[in-house]
Nanobody
Framework: QVQLVESGGGLVQAGGSLRLSCAAS????????MAWYRQAPGKQRELVAS???????YYVDSVKGRFTISRDNAVNRMYLQMTGLKPEDTAVYYC????????WGQGTQVTVSS
């Protein structure tokens, strides 16, 4: 069974940067379209960005130009480089396939202060 472990979150001031990492066990990672999601307090989990097996990316409008998703299939890792962070980016960030196939990990908390 694939396990997902997110890391890299923290507390930053508005305008700051963070780099999130997602480590996935299991050899099928390279075949999946992977995605980052986030869930803010009192809100539903939402898709933030996705990346296909060949590197085609998608971003939700609110993060375009600020976030960059990438992956390294050789080591089963995915990343989210976040710049120009805003208080509204505060959330727990999760990784999973684009369709949420795997069991959700614990996520990593990102808090942006104004």
């Amino acid at each position: 069974q694939v396990q997902l472990v997110e890391s890299g979150g923290g507390l930053v001031q508005a305008g700051g940067s963070l780099r999130l990492s997602c480590a996935a066990s299991g050899s099928i990672f390279s075949r999946d379209t992977m995605a980052w999601y986030r869930q803010a307090p009192g809100k539903q989990r939402e898709l933030v960005a996705s990346i296909g097996r060949y590197g085609i990316t998608y971003y939700v409008d609110s993060v375009k130009g600020r976030f960059t998703i990438s992956r390294d299939n050789a080591v089963n890792r995915m990343y989210l480089q976040m710049t120009g962070l805003k208080p509204e980016d505060t959330a727990v960030y999760y990784c999973n396939t684009f369709t949420g196939n795997y069991a959700w990990g614990q996520g990593t908390q990102v808090t942006v202060s104004s």
